[in-house]
T-cell receptor, first 113, second 112 residues
Framework: EAQVTQNPRYLITVTGKKLTVTCSQN?????MSWYRQDPGLGLRQIYY???????DKGDVPEGYKVSRKEKRNFPLILESPSPNQTSLYFC????????????FGSGTRLTVV | AQTVTQSQPEMSVQEAETVTLSCTYD???????LFWYKQPPSRQMILVIR??????QNATENRFSVNFQKAAKSFSLKISDSQLGDAAMYFC?????????FGPGTRLSVLP
């Protein structure tokens, strides 16, 4: 089944403890992206990648890191999480960056206490 | 930067009736794509419908259709014969190149 797999689905952590949210797609998509969803703000782009080893900042990149060493994987790293990073996170992929839209993962609900 | 506005934070519709969700966007480009995504309580993001800006014909997918007014930069979603399963958050989105921008969403309730 063609899908974007995102883990974990729920995560509670403490301030300052490094964490990684994994994302993997099996559709050979070149384009991958991370979003955070907050009430009243919709989805805001954190980082995106147009291909292996090519990443760029989105609208809200502060406090996040990403890497794209393989085409299928695009992990999101929070080096020192803070409570304002409590949010719902989505990974998404696309064959290109426009026409087809995105296929989304099932989301990660992150709480930083 | 492109922005997408959804002016209706919440809407409700009676089952079997028709409802229209509004979306406007801001861009100086002439070639782009527009999308409506549905997010049910399961929080999965589901693509509902897509419109290519260079096509004048409005897109239709079963009970879902759009009214695309390019000059007005408006992209509304019409849901006909509303069903209980249509209850969800609906997000309008704009895409061009690496730029993929979402609106704040409209929460739709369907009343039995």
């Amino acid at each position: 089944e063609a899908q974007v797999t995102q883990n974990p689905r729920y995560l509670i952590t403490v301030t300052g403890k490094k964490l990684t949210v994994t994302c993997s797609q099996n559709m050979n998509h070149e384009y991958m992206s991370w979003y955070r969803q907050d009430p009243g703000l919709g989805l805001r782009q954190i980082y995106y990648s147009m291909n292996v080893e090519v990443t760029d900042k989105g609208d809200v990149p502060e406090g996040y890191k990403v890497s794209r060493k393989e085409k299928r994987n695009f992990p999101l790293i929070l080096e020192s999480p803070s409570p304002n990073q409590t949010s719902l996170y989505f990974c998404a992929s696309s064959p290109n960056s426009g026409f087809y839209g995105y296929t989304f993962g099932s989301g990660t609900r992150l709480t930083v206490v | 930067a492109q922005t997408v506005t959804q002016s209706q934070p919440e809407m409700s519709v009676q089952e079997a009736e028709t409802v229209t969700l509004s979306c406007t966007y801001d861009t100086s480009e002439s070639d782009y794509y527009l999308f409506w995504y549905k997010q049910p309580p399961s929080r999965q993001m589901i693509l509902v419908i897509r419109q290519e800006a260079y096509k004048q014909q409005n897109a239709t997918e079963n009970r879902f259709s759009v009214n695309f007014q390019k000059a007005a930069k408006s992209f509304s979603l019409k849901i006909s014969d509303s069903q209980l399963g249509d209850a969800a958050m609906y997000f309008c989105a704009y895409s061009r190149g690496q730029n993929f921008v979402f609106g704040p969403g409209t929460r739709l309730s369907v009343l039995p």
